[in-house]
T-cell receptor, first 112, second 115 residues
Framework: DSGVTQTPKHLITATGQRVTLRCSPRSGDLSVYWYQQSLDQGLQFLIQYYNGEERAKGNILERFSAQQFPDLHSELNLSSLELGDSALYFC???????????FGPGTRLTVT | AQSVSQHNHHVILSEAASLELGCNYSYGGTVNLFWYVQYPGQHLQLLLKYFSGDPLVKGIKGFEAEFIKSKFSFNLRKPSVQWSDTAEYFCAVNAYPNTGNQFYFGTGTSLTVIP
């Protein structure tokens, strides 16, 4: 158990819908990262937050957004969902930026 | 663009065989390097990391990796694999600070160890 929690574990929704994925970092970690893992794309970095502020952006679509709250948990919002958004979404946290990351169990999103 | 290449997509070994998984990255500046492992049905776990110092780093479960700066490589090794090493292995690079703290992962190498 890495100490990073993600909810829900599984999510099935229809195209065009909007969903919110939640992540709670390890106690004491200020940085939260979001990744998308799909079969054909591997693990893609989406976005990083540090102590509530956006720090780095990767291959995140405009339909996706995220935020980190004062209690350091983070939410990833996915809207206007398409079939191609079906993937595993991982959250990771670290004490400081650039240190090793600890991954959560992931949320499996299926868009039908 | 920054990239991480893992040349072996799928490796099949017998128990007790030696393992070497290749990882090359494209960034020429200062890098932090990592190997993560994902056992079936589980989340990614850190195997080992390199920030600075001795280029030969030892991780958990008998794994080690060697950073060769001139070759932009960080290959993972284990002298004798076990069935329990069956998993997906990911190399990751953090090109800090120039790329805004982004982490780049390779596409992964699936290792199957036959008892």
């Amino acid at each position: 158990d890495s100490g990073v929690t993600q909810t829900p574990k599984h999510l099935i929704t229809a195209t065009g819908q909007r969903v919110t994925l939640r992540c709670s970092p390890r106690s004491g970690d200020l940085s939260v990262y979001w990744y998308q893992q799909s079969l054909d794309q591997g693990l893609q970095f989406l976005i990083q937050y540090y102590n509530g502020e956006e720090r780095a952006k990767g291959n995140i679509l405009e339909r996706f957004s995220a935020q980190q709250f004062p209690d350091l948990h983070s939410e990833l919002n996915l809207s206007s969902l398409e079939l191609g958004d079906s993937a595993l979404y991982f959250c990771a946290s670290s004490v400081i930026t650039a240190s090793e990351q600890y991954f959560g169990p992931g949320t499996r999103l299926t868009v039908t | 663009a920054q990239s991480v290449s893992q040349h072996n997509h799928h490796v099949i070994l017998s128990e007790a065989a030696s393992l070497e998984l290749g990882c090359n990255y494209s960034y020429g500046g200062t890098v932090n390097l990592f190997w993560y492992v994902q056992y079936p049905g589980q989340h990614l776990q850190l195997l080992l990391k390199y920030f600075s110092g001795d280029p030969l780093v030892k991780g958990i479960k008998g794994f080690e990796a060697e950073f060769i700066k001139s070759k932009f490589s960080f290959n993972l090794r284990k002298p004798s694999v076990q069935w329990s090493d069956t998993a997906e292995y990911f190399c990751a690079v953090n090109a800090y600070p120039n790329t805004g703290n982004q982490f780049y992962f390779g596409t992964g190498t699936s290792l199957t160890v036959i008892p």
